[in-house]
Nanobody, 121 residues
């Protein structure tokens, strides 16, 4: 019905930058909130940033001033620009989207498969 595909992860040195992308496709009528979460080994998945359809954003305290979330509503895509990366940013990053589906009972929250971000020298 709906798929979210992430891209842009990889290995980067401390202080470097990466840009993650997440494209939603399938039986989509509209998308409400879109968000990025991350999960480090042995830890719970936590919110990194979120953005509403109208553009309002929210950030986790640990990434404020370093990460920027944005979205392209025409392309059903959400981005996460990450700068001044630190080793503690190392995690699997997941995107989530609140989907209003064109299919009966297809609406709800959908998750991507995750993309690894490793910050290391």
């Amino acid at each position: 019905q709906v798929q979210l595909v992430e891209s842009g992860g990889g290995l980067v040195q401390p202080g470097g930058s990466l840009r993650l992308s997440c494209a939603a496709s399938g039986s989509i009528f509209s998308i409400n909130d879109m968000a990025w979460y991350r999960q480090a080994p042995g830890k719970q998945r936590v919110l990194v940033a979120s953005i509403l359809n109208g553009g309002s954003t929210n950030y986790g305290d640990s990434v404020k001033g370093r990460f920027t979330i944005s979205r392209d509503n025409a392309e059903n895509t959400v981005y996460l620009q990450m700068t001044s990366l630190k080793p503690e940013d190392t995690a699997v990053y997941y995107c989530k989207a609140g989907i209003i589906s064109t299919m009966l009972s297809g609406s709800g929250d959908y998750w991507g498969q995750g993309t690894q971000v490793t910050v290391s020298s």
